[in-house]
């Protein structure tokens, strides 16, 4: 079964520092996206991605993050400036439709110290 | 704005009982429900996907109802076994803001041997 790969899976990053979360999407998907589940929280959306371009973005996600499609198969979430609180679970998900069912990722746990 | 509520946050049956896992939400209008497994610190496994013209979806021992004039989606888990201790996520895909998928918080279920 087709799957999202994300890379890596665990990444331990000082406050202050860049980090850059990887993704794969499923090869047919045309839409990809990004979630986090900070611990004991719900998961929550932070930014869908379409045609090369945001296609929406949560409050959350604000001029620290940015997103990129930098060839045919790879799907980026860069974190400019890590503060703690960006610590959480992140997953990546992609989908054929934008109300077809998502395929998740297994996720980054990203620890900011 | 989307709110979907899980009842109860915790379970916990011996093995081989059958059980109801219960999802609210408040908007009614929606693409799409799905269900998703979560084992500690892992990503989000898709168990079962209902369009919002469908009433239910089976795989297996899994039994996924909807009702979406009121606002109910119910996860019905046959025989369940020790493998099925996880926790167990209701996904809503809201027409509005179409890229945005809201979560609940999730119902841990635990299959006591």
């Known amino acids: 079964e087709p799957e999202v790969t994300q890379t890596p899976s665990h990444q331990v990053t000082q406050m202050g520092q860049e980090v850059i979360l990887r993704c794969v999407p499923i090869?047919?998907?045309?839409?990809f996206y990004w979630y986090r589940q900070i611990l004991g929280q719900k998961v929550e959306f932070l930014v869908s991605?379409?045609?090369?371009?945001?296609?929406?973005k949560s409050e959350i996600f604000d001029d620290q993050f940015s997103v990129e499609r930098p060839d045919g198969s790879n799907f980026t979430l860069k974190i400019r400036s890590t503060k703690l609180e960006d610590s959480a679970m992140y997953f990546c998900?992609?989908?054929?439709?934008?109300?077809?069912?998502?395929?998740f990722g297994s996720g980054t746990r990203l620890t900011v110290v | 704005k989307q709110e979907v509520t899980q009842i109860p946050a915790a379970l916990s049956v011996p093995e081989g009982e059958n059980l109801v896992l219960n999802c609210s939400f408040t908007?009614?209008?929606?693409?799409?429900l799905q269900w998703f497994r979560q084992d500690p610190g892992k990503g989000l496994t898709s168990l079962l996907l209902?369009?919002?013209?469908?009433r239910e979806q089976t795989s297996g021992r899994l039994n996924a109802s909807l009702d979406k004039s009121s606002g109910r989606s119910t996860l019905y888990i046959a025989a369940s076994q020790p493998g099925d201790s996880a926790t167990y996520l209701c996904?809503?895909?809201?027409?509005?803001?179409?890229?945005?998928?809201?979560f609940g918080t999730g119902t841990r279920l635990t299959v006591i041997p």
């Open positions: 998900a992609s989908s054929e439709g934008d109300s077809w069912g998502y395929t």
């Open positions: 090869s047919n998907h045309l839409y």
């Open positions: 991605f379409y045609n090369n371009e945001i296609s929406e």
């Open positions: 908007d009614s209008a929606i693409y799409n």
């Open positions: 209902i369009q919002s013209s469908q």
């Open positions: 996904a809503v895909l809201t027409i509005i803001g179409a890229n945005n998928l809201f």
